[in-house]
């Protein structure tokens, strides 16, 4: 018997090579069958198994969580999966762990800031899994400003060893992944002192607990900082607290590709930058903007192929109601996020290949491209993770009431999304050290000094300047020189009025300081240039398959003129577009989405996840919303008895008070 599909019309509907397309979501065709293959692999065994997670108390998760990281790590050796593969399955597990930190974290910490004796200690047992890390840099007072961290890590000469101490209680390691109660080792990142100076923030590889018995070793108290927002959600993780008494490590356990202090305990500093002590957070926040794109693309999913089955108001001659995808409401909330999935993708490709690229710079001792890269990172994880929260709560109102249940996969994935906004740098943070690099950018306009890469758009700045859109239709709209001359205009001139505004300020810092909201906004506008400028130059590429290219094109340019209307106010007091042309761009952003309507199912189906995956009700594949619904209500365990507990003790005394009142 061929399987119910309730998308079955809509499926047949697209106008593309859903094949083809599934190959341009995955980046290639070897990634795509990888990453399919291990999709399969996670969403038929039982183990992995999470449908029943958010009833789970804190304990049963955190059990459930150590056993999947195990029988996760079991697949991962049996089967003999590439480290490739193995970041995949554990993706696709889709439960935060300490595994996380320690792939994530702990051993991207070692290779970029170890020296190459350090990698031979450390790394085979780290990928072994011998031993087990964390990333322990943020303290109880201390997140966003790294330098005002407070352990310390004093040098003994006459030991050759460090003593890391907590001096305040301000100084605790609070937050990292995997600590609280998992993690045998640290990167424990502290105020390195030598002959009593300072000398600022330095990693160290600390053993945190005993290899045999797992209790923390003299000097050390550590635990778990308690539950987070949400049910199941975030809760699978072991964030910590971590205290130091004086504890001793070797003086070459500090990470010293950096900096090296010697065995007389002079501290020597070599000529790479010390920014190269935030190399992981950039290596991690680069990793953020990918699963962005993932995150994204899961709850538009869910919100596609429900809003696709349920349908409200306008029978005509009792025939069916209306799909509530066909509401203009619903298409102009829902397809914008759809195309910002397309586009955080392809974003997220490219700024894979620029931190692949600097990384091999670095090798080769060439540091030129090193704040680009952080201003990259920082603004993009920023943006993306803003938009994909946001997103994922828009979801959610699009699938109605039922979108509020657990089972519609929306709330979990909320509350296991957000802290993406706030851990790796909180995104406010971080927007305005993409603002600090703007302004560095236009204040060298006059010197002769050319901007690259990404701000070369900066360097025709007096085209930029006074250039005037030539929109007279609304189909002008969709020459891609228009549109990115539109995007360059706004954020060039946005971020030279800021400049200026600066300028007024005796003090630079207290004029960054007062002028922060605008600077913010400069920043967003440059991100957002970045995002539309990737996903044209992505459109440059030869892209295979029937009706590939152009729904790409579509949704390139859905993106592009939502956020022109969204931000018309920018685009039109800095002068670029006139409030006609603002409106002519929203006129055919509607006609784009009538052409997004018919391919909406496949451009879904097209990111490939399996019903395991998803975890949603609402966005299951075969589309049997009602029935899935009605069956799994009589499984919540308050439905494992007619009457509830507690009937007797509360209920039954209030519903019998009548009987008492009318004795009375
Ligand atoms: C498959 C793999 C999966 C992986 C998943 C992993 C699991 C995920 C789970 C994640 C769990 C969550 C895990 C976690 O949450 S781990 C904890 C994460 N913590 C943070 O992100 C803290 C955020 N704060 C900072 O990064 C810094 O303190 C900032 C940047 C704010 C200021 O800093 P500071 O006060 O020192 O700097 P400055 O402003 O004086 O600027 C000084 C100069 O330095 C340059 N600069 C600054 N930063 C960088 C940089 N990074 N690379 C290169 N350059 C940099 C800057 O441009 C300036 O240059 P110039 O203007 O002088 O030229
Ligand atoms: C789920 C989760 C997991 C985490 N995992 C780890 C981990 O594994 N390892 C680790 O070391 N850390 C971890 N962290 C900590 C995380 O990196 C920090 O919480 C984050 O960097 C933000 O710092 P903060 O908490 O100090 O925020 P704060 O800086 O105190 O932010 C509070 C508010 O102040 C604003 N603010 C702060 N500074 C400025 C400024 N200069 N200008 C304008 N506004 C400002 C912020 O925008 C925000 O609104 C984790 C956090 C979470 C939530």
């Given at each position: 018997m061929e399987a119910l599909d309730y998308h079955a019309e809509e499926r047949r509907k697209?106008?593309?090579n859903l094949d083809e397309m599934k190959i341009v979501w995955a980046g290639s065709r070897r990634n795509y069958e990888l990453s399919d293959r291990v999709a399969r692999l996670v969403a038929s065994d039982?183990?992995?198994?999470?449908?029943?997670?958010?009833?789970?108390?804190r304990k049963d998760l955190f059990k459930d969580t150590l056993r999947k990281a195990a029988h996760a790590w079991k697949r991962i050796i049996d089967l003999r999966l590439s480290e490739e593969e193995a970041n995949m399955l554990r993706s696709y597990v889709d439960q935060p762990a300490f595994t996380d930190l320690h792939w994530g974290m702990f051993i991207p910490a070692i290779k970029g800031q170890g020296t190459s004796e350090q990698h031979e200690k450390w790394l085979p047992m780290a990928y072994k899994m011998q031993i087990i890390g964390c990333y322990a840099q943020t303290e109880l007072g201390h997140g966003s400003n790294v330098?005002?961290?407070?352990t310390t890590a004093t040098f003994d000469p006459q030991t050759d060893e460090f003593d890391l101490h907590s001096?305040?209680?301000?100084?605790s390691k609070w937050w990292?992944?995997?600590?609280?109660?998992?993690?045998?080792h640290a990167v424990v990142y502290a105020r390195l002192i030598t002959g009593g100076q300072d000398h600022g923030v330095h990693g160290f590889i600390v053993q945190?607990?005993?290899?045999?018995?797992h209790l923390p070793l003299p000097g050390i108290t550590v635990g778990d900082i308690g539950m987070k927002f949400g049910s199941g959600a975030y809760n699978s993780m072991d964030n910590g607290l971590l205290r130091f008494d004086h504890v001793r490590i070797p003086?070459?356990?500090?990470?010293?590709?950096v900096s090296q202090v010697t065995r007389e305990g002079k501290f020597v500093q070599s000529d790479?930058?010390?920014?190269?002590?935030y190399g992981t957070m950039v290596y991690v926040r680069q990793t953020i903007v990918s699963d962005a794109s993932c995150a994204l693309a899961r709850a538009v999913c869910i919100a596609t192929r429900y809003s696709a089955v349920r349908r409200q108001f306008g029978s005509q001659n009792g025939g069916p109601e209306i799909q509530?995808?066909?509401y203009k409401t619903q298409q102009s909330r829902l397809f914008p996020l759809l195309a910002s999935a397309y586009a955080f993708r392809f974003v997220g490709e490219w700024l894979k290949w620029l931190y692949t690229d600097v990384t091999q710079r670095l090798q080769a001792?060439?540091?030129?491209?090193l704040p680009e890269a952080h201003a990259c990172t920082a603004g993009l994880k920023s943006m993306t993770t803003s938009v994909t929260a946001d997103a994922i709560e828009e979801c959610r109102k699009l699938c109605?009431?039922?979108?509020?249940?657990?089972?519609?996969g929306l709330p979990e994935l909320f509350a296991v999304y957000i802290p993406t906004c706030t851990y790796e740098g909180d995104n406010v943070v971080l927007l305005l050290q993409v603002a600090r690099f703007l302004m560095k950018t236009v204040s060298q306009l006059?010197?002769?000094k050319k901007p690259v890469g990404t701000t070369a758009y900066m360097g025709r700045a007096e085209h930029l300047m006074q250039c005037r859109c030539?929109?007279?239709?609304?189909?002008?709209?969709?020459?891609p020189s228009t549109i990115l001359e539109a995007f360059e205009a706004r954020a060039v001139r946005m971020s030279i009025a800021c400049a200026k505004s600066l300028g007024k300020f005796s003090n630079p810092e207290d004029g960054f300081a007062e002028l922060s909201p605008d600077l913010v906004e400069v920043a967003i506008a440059h991100c957002q240039l970045i995002v539309v400028s990737k996903f044209l130059e992505k459109l440059q590429q030869d892209i295979p398959g029937k009706g590939v290219k152009r729904q790409l094109e579509i949704l390139c340019n859905v993106y592009a003129l939502h956020l022109l209307h969204k931000h018309l106010g920018d685009f039109v007091a800095t002068g670029c577009i006139t409030p006609n042309q603002g409106a002519l761009a929203n006129e055919q952003l509607r006609l784009l989405y009538a052409q997004v309507r018919p391919n909406a199912i496949a451009l879904v189906d097209?990111?490939?996840?399996?019903d395991h995956y998803l975890g949603s009700i609402l966005g299951?594949?075969?589309?049997?919303?009602y029935q899935k619904l009605y069956q799994e209500?009589?499984?919540?365990?308050?439905?494992?008895?007619?009457v509830p507990d507690g009937y007797l003790e509360y209920l039954r005394p209030i519903l019998k008070q009548h009987i008492r009142t009318a004795r009375l």
């Amino acid at each position: 018997m061929e399987a119910l599909d309730y998308h079955a019309e809509e499926r047949r509907k697209a106008e593309f090579n859903l094949d083809e397309m599934k190959i341009v979501w995955a980046g290639s065709r070897r990634n795509y069958e990888l990453s399919d293959r291990v999709a399969r692999l996670v969403a038929s065994d039982p183990v992995f198994r999470k449908d029943n997670r958010t009833m789970l108390t804190r304990k049963d998760l955190f059990k459930d969580t150590l056993r999947k990281a195990a029988h996760a790590w079991k697949r991962i050796i049996d089967l003999r999966l590439s480290e490739e593969e193995a970041n995949m399955l554990r993706s696709y597990v889709d439960q935060p762990a300490f595994t996380d930190l320690h792939w994530g974290m702990f051993i991207p910490a070692i290779k970029g800031q170890g020296t190459s004796e350090q990698h031979e200690k450390w790394l085979p047992m780290a990928y072994k899994m011998q031993i087990i890390g964390c990333y322990a840099q943020t303290e109880l007072g201390h997140g966003s400003n790294v330098q005002g961290l407070e352990t310390t890590a004093t040098f003994d000469p006459q030991t050759d060893e460090f003593d890391l101490h907590s001096p305040t209680l301000t100084s605790s390691k609070w937050w990292p992944g995997g600590l609280g109660k998992v993690s045998t080792h640290a990167v424990v990142y502290a105020r390195l002192i030598t002959g009593g100076q300072d000398h600022g923030v330095h990693g160290f590889i600390v053993q945190l607990r005993g290899l045999d018995d797992h209790l923390p070793l003299p000097g050390i108290t550590v635990g778990d900082i308690g539950m987070k927002f949400g049910s199941g959600a975030y809760n699978s993780m072991d964030n910590g607290l971590l205290r130091f008494d004086h504890v001793r490590i070797p003086r070459n356990q500090m990470l010293m590709r950096v900096s090296q202090v010697t065995r007389e305990g002079k501290f020597v500093q070599s000529d790479v930058p010390r920014q190269l002590v935030y190399g992981t957070m950039v290596y991690v926040r680069q990793t953020i903007v990918s699963d962005a794109s993932c995150a994204l693309a899961r709850a538009v999913c869910i919100a596609t192929r429900y809003s696709a089955v349920r349908r409200q108001f306008g029978s005509q001659n009792g025939g069916p109601e209306i799909q509530v995808i066909d509401y203009k409401t619903q298409q102009s909330r829902l397809f914008p996020l759809l195309a910002s999935a397309y586009a955080f993708r392809f974003v997220g490709e490219w700024l894979k290949w620029l931190y692949t690229d600097v990384t091999q710079r670095l090798q080769a001792n060439d540091f030129s491209t090193l704040p680009e890269a952080h201003a990259c990172t920082a603004g993009l994880k920023s943006m993306t993770t803003s938009v994909t929260a946001d997103a994922i709560e828009e979801c959610r109102k699009l699938c109605g009431g039922h979108g509020y249940l657990s089972n519609s996969g929306l709330p979990e994935l909320f509350a296991v999304y957000i802290p993406t906004c706030t851990y790796e740098g909180d995104n406010v943070v971080l927007l305005l050290q993409v603002a600090r690099f703007l302004m560095k950018t236009v204040s060298q306009l006059g010197s002769g000094k050319k901007p690259v890469g990404t701000t070369a758009y900066m360097g025709r700045a007096e085209h930029l300047m006074q250039c005037r859109c030539e929109v007279e239709m609304a189909q002008d709209w969709l020459k891609p020189s228009t549109i990115l001359e539109a995007f360059e205009a706004r954020a060039v001139r946005m971020s030279i009025a800021c400049a200026k505004s600066l300028g007024k300020f005796s003090n630079p810092e207290d004029g960054f300081a007062e002028l922060s909201p605008d600077l913010v906004e400069v920043a967003i506008a440059h991100c957002q240039l970045i995002v539309v400028s990737k996903f044209l130059e992505k459109l440059q590429q030869d892209i295979p398959g029937k009706g590939v290219k152009r729904q790409l094109e579509i949704l390139c340019n859905v993106y592009a003129l939502h956020l022109l209307h969204k931000h018309l106010g920018d685009f039109v007091a800095t002068g670029c577009i006139t409030p006609n042309q603002g409106a002519l761009a929203n006129e055919q952003l509607r006609l784009l989405y009538a052409q997004v309507r018919p391919n909406a199912i496949a451009l879904v189906d097209a990111f490939n996840y399996t019903d395991h995956y998803l975890g949603s009700i609402l966005g299951c594949y075969d589309g049997n919303v009602y029935q899935k619904l009605y069956q799994e209500a009589w499984k919540d365990p308050l439905n494992d008895t007619v009457v509830p507990d507690g009937y007797l003790e509360y209920l039954r005394p209030i519903l019998k008070q009548h009987i008492r009142t009318a004795r009375l």
